[in-house]
């Protein structure tokens, strides 16, 4: 299997643009994760999917966030306006059930600038 | 609430020695699920164990070995013979039964294993 697949690898963008991120899970999972990771805040969870549906976005920063999963196969994840402190890496990972270990994309470096 | 703590920020090593990372944790859960993923300089996370509250057995795959002590609420890792492709950041994370798969993850320990 070709593994969580994320693109792009790098965004930089201005402030106020609109950034979407993508990811392609491994196929056969039904747990998709949106994680954001920090030198400030490490790695924290910003919403999770199962079977397309989200379960918990309770650590979406704000409503500038936002998250979807059309189909099993692909997740979006948009800010809308951007802003620095948006600046991260942003990490996709799917796992196959529930209480299973996920297993995590390459990520995407976002510079907002 | 769920909260994994790595004392450790940084550890540095000279090649061939051993090292252990430790990592405890804390839940109300009974049922809960511990791992351990490794963040080379590449950047990707990637996996390298689960286990279960229920199954206390120590665990042994080549150089590494966990230790997993319900008593004491750690699920240490150790690297024994370090080589230099063991630098990376090593999390510790939880994830309760009742949350699904949300991982709560350690602040990561940066191992440097040194020529």
């Known amino acids: 299997d070709a593994g969580v697949i994320q693109s792009p690898r790098h965004e930089v963008t201005e402030m106020g643009q609109e950034v979407t991120l993508r990811c392609k899970p491994i196929s056969g999972h039904n747990s998709l994760f949106w994680y954001r990771q920090t030198m400030m805040r490490g790695l924290e969870l910003l919403i999770y999917f199962n079977n397309n549906v989200p379960i918990d976005d309770s650590g979406m920063p704000e409503d500038r966030f936002s998250a979807k999963m059309p189909n099993a196969s692909f997740s979006t994840l948009k800010i809308q306006p951007s802003e620095p402190r948006d600046s991260a890496v942003y990490f996709c990972?799917?796992?196959?059930?529930?209480?299973?270990?996920?297993?995590f994309g390459q990520g995407t470096r976002l510079t907002v600038v | 609430a769920q909260k994994v703590t790595q004392a450790q920020t940084e550890i540095s090593v000279v090649e061939k020695e051993d090292v252990t990372l430790d990592c405890v944790y804390e839940?109300?859960?009974?049922?809960?699920?511990l791992f351990w993923y490794k963040q080379p300089p590449s950047g990707e996370l990637v996996f390298l164990i689960r286990?279960?509250?229920?199954?206390?057995q120590n665990e042994i795959s080549g150089r590494y070995s966990w230790n997993f002590q319900k008593s004491t609420s750690s699920f240490n890792f150790t690297i024994t013979a370090s080589q230099v492709v063991d630098s990376a950041v090593y999390f510790c994370a939880l994830s309760e039964r009742n949350a699904g798969n949300m991982l709560t993850f350690g602040g990561g320990t940066r191992l440097m294993v040194k020529p």
């Open positions: 839940t109300r859960d009974t049922t809960y699920y």
């Open positions: 990972a799917s796992s196959l059930v529930l209480n299973t270990e996920a297993f």
């Open positions: 286990r279960n509250s229920f199954d206390e």
